[in-house]
T-cell receptor, first 113, second 113 residues
Framework: LAKTTQPISMDSYEGQEVNITCSHN???????ITWYQQFPSQGPRFIIQ???TKVTNEVASLFIPADRKSSTLSLPRVSLSDTAVYYC??????????????FGQGTTLQVKP | NAGVTQTPKFQVLKTGQSMTLQCAQD?????MYWYRQDPGMGLRLIYY???????DKGEVPNGYNVSRLNKREFSLRLESAAPSQTSVYFC????????????FGQGTRLTVV
């Protein structure tokens, strides 16, 4: 899997937009970019995935530049409940490839009132 | 649809005791994973199984063994528990879909005294 680098921690205030950037310089042609969210005492859960340009769902947006060497997870108008650890993963999407998943340290987002 | 089920949820062991953590998924996924998460740390992959009948080491396999009993079940065994194995253990599974989307159980909190 491509190695990812993201900030260890970030602070924000309620109502602000939060952008978390992940670097993945050696991303492969077939790799998708996936973000997970983990609340305290729970397992991670998938929040968004993309391959290029922009993807948006009800939770977040994912921005991927043309060179795909980085990606930015954008959380609009965060609330206290968005306090969590956010993981960036890059993995193969070749059909049938279900190998290892390495999560790394993640980014701990602390939202303050 | 239960998803990924882990048992037990909590366990206290004495140093040197053995135990098996159970994991079952009902999503017909090919791949299953075991992770550990120490306080304030990210997830670290212990072992994974890309398909029924195969298992591979992850980042921190020492002190653990695994069995992929069938497509649904993937167990993690501690033969001689040590205090350093005190952690929260998560099981996950994923299928043949684009990108590394995985589904996690609720975790097993293990304390070795």
């Amino acid at each position: 899997l491509a190695k990812t680098t993201q900030p260890i921690s970030m602070d924000s205030y309620e109502g602000q937009e939060v952008n978390i950037t992940c670097s993945h310089n050696n991303i492969a042609t077939n790799d998708y970019i996936t973000w997970y969210q983990q609340f305290p005492s729970q397992g991670p859960r998938f929040i968004i995935q993309g391959y290029k340009t922009k993807v948006t769902n009800e939770v977040a947006s994912l921005f991927i530049p043309a060179d795909r060497k980085s990606s930015t997870l954008s959380l609009p108008r965060v609330s206290l409940s968005d306090t969590a650890v956010y993981y960036c993963l890059v993995g193969d999407q070749v059909s049938g490839n279900t190998g290892k998943l390495i999560f790394g340290q993640g980014t701990t987002l602390q939202v303050k009132p | 649809n239960a998803g990924v089920t882990q048992t037990p949820k909590f366990q206290v062991l004495k140093t040197g005791q053995s135990m098996t953590l159970q994991c079952a998924q009902d999503m017909n996924h090919n791949s299953m994973y075991w992770y550990r998460q120490d306080p304030g740390m990210g997830l670290r992959l212990i072992y994974y199984s890309a398909s029924e009948g195969t298992t591979d080491k992850g980042e921190v396999p020492n002190g653990y063994n695994v069995s992929r009993l069938n497509k649904r079940e993937f167990s993690l065994r501690l033969e001689s528990a040590a205090p350093s194995q005190t952690s929260v253990y998560f099981c996950a599974s994923r299928g043949r879909t684009a990108g590394p989307e995985a589904f996690f159980g609720q975790g097993t909190r293990l304390t070795v005294v």
